[in-house]
Structures are given as structure tokens and as C-alpha cells.
């Protein structure tokens, strides 16, 4: 299994999740976040702001849909600007249910 992390946009979110669904994948966390990349904040006039609203959404799905789950991230985060958000991607190793103490289908 794999872990994308992905900051973007938060005005790209429901786009990010449209693409997802159409996907068929669902299982998503979000979390409210603040940050900068390489920019550094952003200037207007003589204001600065250099922390940013972000939004950090969680997806694990299996190596099988890894590719597509990139691709539509990729594809609703994406506007053609400089703070578009990065995707991080981890392996997963093993996942439990809390209800059951079940390990996951998938987890190695």
C-alpha cells in the first residue's frame, strides 16, 4: 500500500476530490494546514504573509491504484502556478482497523 500526502490549494480541494471519485477512490482525510514552499509567503503591497492556507489530504490506496490515485491528484491540484502543492508518497507498511484490531488487507 501506499501513503499520498498531498498539499494544495484549498480552493482546489473539491476539484482534487471530483477527480479522485472519478477514480473510484473515496477514502480520504483532510487536515487545515499552514505553510510555504520555495516562494516563501506572498507579498501585497507592503503586506507579507508568510504563512500560507493550506490543505494536506491523505489518500491510502493499494500498489494497484497508486498510478491513478497521482494522476487525479495531479490533475485537480494543478493550475499552472508557482504554490500548486506537492505530493509526498510513502509506503505503507501495516494498517490495522480500530473497530476489529484487524491488520488490513494489503498491509505486508
Known amino acids: 500500500m501506499k501513503l499520498l500526502r498531498a498539499v494544495i490549494r ?9 477527480e479522485l471519485e472519478k477514480s473510484d477512490i473515496f477514502a480520504v482525510t483532510k ?22 492556507s493550506k490543505v494536506i489530504l491523505m489518500v491510502v490506496v493499494d500498489e494497484a491504484d497508486y498510478e491513478k490515485a ?17 505530493i509526498f508518497v510513502q509506503d505503507v507498511v501495516e494498517a490495522y ?3 476489529t484490531g ?4 494489503g498491509s505486508k
Not at 487536515?31 to 500560507?52: A, E, H, K
Not at 497521482?70 to 506537492?86: N, P, S, V, Y
Open 10 to 18: 484549498p480552493d482546489r480541494e473539491v476539484h482534487v476530490f471530483n
Open 31 to 52: 487536515m487545515p494546514v499552514l505553510g510555504r514552499g520555495r516562494q516563501r509567503g506572498v507579498s501585497v503591497g507592503r503586506i507579507s504573509y508568510d504563512l500560507l
Open 70 to 86: 497521482l494522476a487525479a491528484i495531479e490533475r485537480g491540484a494543478e493550475t499552472g502556478h508557482q504554490g500548486d502543492g506537492k
Open 97 to 99: 482497523s480500530v473497530r
Open 102 to 105: 484487524m491488520k488490513e488487507a
